[in-house]
Nanobody
């Protein structure tokens, strides 16, 4: 049974940093693609960052490139999202997701498993 549990969200001022964690149970990082998504009130869910199994190639939304870093610790079966230079527009509910199929990294519908989300609020 797959379970994803996020943590690390909170409230920070613009320019600050947060590190989100996603503990993945029942997921093998070597064969599952993982991603971080976010959804702000009144907006659609959007991909923030993704990482592919095997190659470890990473992908980012243009809006977070150079500020966010996705990584995973295979020994701890945990996915991370390091977020630096946070902006008020980064405010959203952040969720991690896992899939056992291909497709572009930010295609929401291709992810089968989702965590409950962790709130990130950035004040100006």
């Amino acid at each position: 049974q797959v379970q994803l549990v996020e943590s690390g969200g909170g409230s920070v001022q613009a320019g600050g940093s947060l590190r989100l964690s996603c503990a993945a149970f029942g997921v093998t990082f070597s064969i599952y693609s993982m991603g971080w998504f976010r959804q702000a009130p009144g907006k659609e869910r959007e991909g923030v960052a993704g990482i592919y199994p095997g190659s470890g190639n990473t992908y980012y939304a243009d809006s977070v490139k150079g500020r966010f870093t996705i990584s995973q610790d295979n020994a701890k079966n945990t996915l991370y999202l390091q977020m630096n230079s946070l902006k008020p527009e980064d405010t959203a509910m952040y969720s991690c997701a896992a899939r056992y199929r291909g497709g572009t990294w930010n295609m929401v519908d291709t992810y089968k498993y989702w965590g409950q989300g962790t709130q990130v609020t950035v004040s100006s």
